[in-house]
């Protein structure tokens, strides 16, 4: 399968609600690296990479996000893959 990069802007009840560290966790058990952080308007961002499916599958999970979190909305770019990182991370 193909490799592929995501670049997300999640909205909604997502700060505040451990999301990042759950997209991480998610990210790891799919085998994609990448990194995750809260945006000063609110929305969370993220940049995955990995296979094809994988990344669809965190796609698909971003649209909901973890228990305590709203999603109302997921803004989705598909970039072309650059293997630029070594692992998952959440960053500032």
């Known amino acids: 399968m193909a490799q592929k990069r995501i670049h997300l802007i999640v909205r909604g009840r997502v700060q505040g609600v451990y ?3 759950a997209t991480q966790r998610e990210a ?3 085998g ?10 609110g ?3 993220l940049v995955a990479e990995g296979d094809e499916d994988a990344v ?3 796609s698909s999970w971003a ?4 228990s305590a979190a709203r ?3 997921v803004d989705v770019r598909w970039r072309g893959y650059t293997g630029e990182f070594p692992e998952f991370q959440i960053v500032e």
């Open 63 to 66: 649209n909901h996000g973890p």
């Open 32 to 41: 994609i690296t990448g990194w995750v952080r809260n945006r000063p308007d």
């Open 43 to 45: 929305s969370i961002e």
């Open 56 to 58: 669809k599958e965190l």
């Open 28 to 30: 790891r058990r799919l």
């Open 19 to 21: 999301f990042r560290a």
């Open 71 to 73: 999603v109302d909305s």
